[in-house]
T-cell receptor, first 107, second 115 residues
């Protein structure tokens, strides 16, 4: 499974869009990009995933570059409850978690 | 909706004791897995299973055993607990779908302390 690189931490103002980047330059053609988040000490929560097309659901949007070497998770209107660690995972099978990005949404 | 149920939620063991962490899912998912999360760290994959009777090792399998006799259950066994196994343990499940492209559902975790 390809490795990912994410910033260690980010801040976002409440109500603004949160854009979380992820680099995955060694991604293979059959590997998906997944995003999960972990709020405090709860179990990780699935957010969204994609292969090569941009995806949107009720929680977020996922933008994957044309060469698939990077992606961005967008939370369109961040709230205080979105404060969490966000994990970008590239996989063709098992989920291997990295360190993630700690997003702090501030009032 | 029960989803993924882990028991117990908390456990304290003495070094050398054995125990089994239980994980059950009611979604008829083929894929199940166990992770551990140490303080301030990401999750690390211990063992996983793609169906009843099939298990495989993840990143950190040493000291742990698993079996998958039914689709619903995937217990994790610590044969001889060590302080280094103090951690939060998460179980997850997903369908296999048309490929390995199904999101995983996680339980609430078991917080295990070994003295």
């Amino acid at each position: 499974d390809a490795k990912t690189t994410q910033p260690t931490s980010m801040d976002c103002a409440e109500g603004r869009a949160a854009n979380l980047p992820c680099n995955h330059s060694t991604i293979s053609g059959n590997e998906y990009v997944y995003w999960y988040r972990q709020i405090h000490s709860q179990g990780p929560q699935y957010i969204i995933h994609g292969l090569k097309n941009n995806e949107t659901n009720e929680m977020a949007s996922l933008i994957i570059t044309e060469d698939r070497k990077s992606s961005t998770l967008i939370l369109p209107h961040a709230t205080l409850r979105d404060t969490a660690v966000y994990y970008c995972i590239v996989t063709g099978g098992k989920l291997i978690f990295g360190q993630g990005t700690e997003l702090s949404v501030k009032p | 909706n029960a989803g993924v149920t882990q028991t117990p939620k908390f456990q304290v063991l003495k070094t050398g004791q054995s125990m089994t962490l239980q994980c059950a899912q009611d979604m008829n998912h083929e894929y199940m897995s166990w992770y551990r999360q140490d303080p301030g760290m990401g999750l690390r994959l211990i063992h996983y299973s793609v169906g009843a009777g099939i298990t495989d090792q993840g990143e950190v399998p040493n000291g742990y055993n698993v079996s998958r006799s039914t689709t619903e259950d995937f217990p994790l066994r610590l044969l001889s607990a060590a302080p280094s196994q103090t951690s939060v343990y998460f179980c997850a499940s997903s369908g296999l779908g048309t490929g390995i492209d199904q999101p995983q559902h996680f339980g609430d975790g078991t917080r295990l302390s070994i003295l």
